[in-house]
């Protein structure tokens, strides 16, 4: 015969602290919108915070600041004191409970998460870490796999690694969080890629090589001399037999012919560029 675990059942709380706003809510119901009205449902609220803060409190280990909590509580205290209707015979307090935990559950559901995940892919996210809590509570066990939270759950896999992958969107990593050992002085900021300014360097020089050909054989051999062998104005001007002057006029008309032909010739046959005469340099 197997052994029975029993879980105690946690009593309730009883709300022992509740206060008696039985008169004021009437009053509040036969009351019109108005600032004696607004003025009696804010006096209703405040008694009854320590209820709303402390199922507030419920929820502070889940990676939320508990003031923040308690502020969303108590939007969700205001709502149902706004909504109750003391006429239909339903006491306060199973009323309030409700509508409180609601307005929180909406505010982890849609104002908590690092990534936007569809409001189904978090619902699946709850079965998943439910039947893991479940699956894993036996001793010695390992994180059950995905077939087995399926066969546990009725859900098909793929459902089951959607859920598996939105636990982990709920927070995101700093870039500063280290990718192994903490004295290893890594972090995940380490391992992202880095653009290569190389990359538009050659784009460059593809761009500019059939703009270079249609230059005269003269100009070419100023632009190599002075570009290509880093030779001065004035060494051009000796060894080609003209003044330092004309060298520059020869490099100033190739430059404007080459950004001329990147920039407006349009025949698919040439490559464009917006690349002018700082790409002759290349």
Not at 65 to 77: I, K, Y
């Amino acid at each position: 015969m197997c052994a029975v675990r029993y879980r105690p059942q946690r009593a309730r709380h009883s709300h022992a602290d509740a206060p008696d706003t039985t008169r004021e809510f009437e009053r509040l119901a036969a009351l019109p919108q108005g600032p004696e009205r607004e003025e009696l449902s804010s006096r209703i609220v405040e008694a009854w915070l320590p209820m709303a803060h402390r199922l507030a409190a419920k929820y502070r280990s889940r990676g939320e600041a508990l003031e923040d909590l308690e502020q969303v509580a108590a939007l969700g205290l205001v709502k149902a004191v706004d909504r109750y209707d003391p006429s239909h015979g339903t006491p306060f307090v199973p009323f309030a409970v409700p509508t409180i935990t609601g307005e929180i559950r909406r505010h982890f559901r849609d104002h908590t998460w690092d990534v936007h995940v569809p409001r189904r892919v978090q619902e699946l996210r709850n079965k998943v870490r439910t039947a893991i809590r479940e699956l894993s509570s036996a001793v010695d066990d390992h994180t059950p796999s995905a077939e087995r939270i399926a066969a546990h759950t009725g859900l098909s896999q793929e459902d089951v690694e959607a859920g598996l992958e939105a636990i982990g969107s709920f927070r995101s990593l700093s870039l500063d969080a280290s990718t192994g050992d903490a004295d290893d002085g890594f972090s995940l900021a380490d391992t992202f890629g880095h653009s290569e300014p190389d990359y538009e360097t050659v784009v460059a020089k593809e761009a500019v090589k059939p703009c270079l050909r249609d230059l005269p054989e003269r100009q070419r051999r100023v632009l190599y001399m002075r570009f290509f062998r880093d030779m001065t104005q004035s060494r051009i001007g000796k060894e080609l037999g003209i003044s330092q002057m004309h060298v520059s006029r020869l490099l100033s008309k190739s430059f404007e012919h080459v950004r001329h032909q990147v920039e407006h010739d349009r025949r698919p046959a040439r490559p464009r560029c917006a690349a002018g005469a700082r790409t002759a340099r290349v």
